[in-house]
C-alpha cells in the first residue's frame, strides 16, 4: 500500500497538532484493523522528497537529487500488509485517513 498525496510535505508542516492527532488514529485504527485480518509487515513515513536521490537507469547509475517521477502527488509512506486476498485489502484501505491516496500493488513473491 502506497500513501499519496498531492503536495503531501506541505500539506503536512501546515497541519496544526489536532489534525496530526486526527490523522495518526486512522493510521491506528487502519492498522488494528489489519491485525484482525492479517499482518502489517512493515510501515513507514517517508523523509520529505527533497531527501530523495534517484539513481537513472544505465550503466552509469546517474544520480539526481529528489524522486524521478514528475508527479503533482508525492509518496509519504507505505504499508506492506499479509492479507488473505485483494478484497479485503481493498476494505481495510478504506480505513486510512481520507486525505491521501492509497495504491495497492501485490508484492512479487517467486
Same mark, same amino acid.
Given at each position: 500500500?502506497?500513501?499519496?498525496?498531492?503536495?503531501?510535505?506541505?500539506?503536512?508542516?501546515?497541519?496544526?497538532?489536532?489534525?496530526?492527532?486526527?490523522?495518526?488514529?486512522?493510521? *491506528?485504527?487502519?492498522?488494528?484493523?489489519?491485525?484482525?485480518?492479517?499482518?502489517?509487515?512493515?510501515?513507514?513515513?517517508?523523509?520529505?522528497?527533497?531527501?530523495?536521490? *534517484?539513481?537513472?537507469?544505465?550503466?552509469?547509475?546517474?544520480?539526481?537529487?529528489?524522486?524521478?517521477?514528475?508527479?503533482?502527488?508525492?509518496?509519504?509512506?507505505?504499508?506492506?500488509?499479509?492479507?488473505?486476498?485483494?478484497?479485503?485489502?481493498?476494505?481495510?484501505?478504506?480505513?486510512?485517513?481520507?486525505?491521501?491516496?492509497?495504491?495497492?500493488?501485490?508484492?512479487?513473491?517467486?
Amino acid at each position: 500500500m502506497l500513501l499519496t498525496q498531492p503536495d503531501h510535505y506541505e500539506r503536512w508542516d501546515a497541519m496544526e497538532r489536532t489534525e496530526r492527532d486526527e490523522f495518526f488514529a486512522g493510521l *491506528t485504527r487502519f492498522a488494528d484493523a489489519v491485525a484482525e485480518r492479517g499482518s502489517v509487515v512493515a510501515g513507514e513515513g517517508l523523509a520529505h522528497h527533497a531527501q530523495a536521490r *534517484t539513481l537513472g537507469p544505465g550503466p552509469d547509475r546517474t544520480v539526481t537529487d529528489g524522486p524521478f517521477a514528475e508527479a503533482a502527488e508525492q509518496l509519504g509512506g507505505f504499508y506492506l500488509v499479509d492479507l488473505p486476498d485483494l478484497g479485503t485489502a481493498v476494505e481495510l484501505a478504506r480505513l486510512l485517513p481520507d486525505q491521501i491516496t492509497v495504491e495497492l500493488r501485490p508484492a512479487v513473491v517467486e
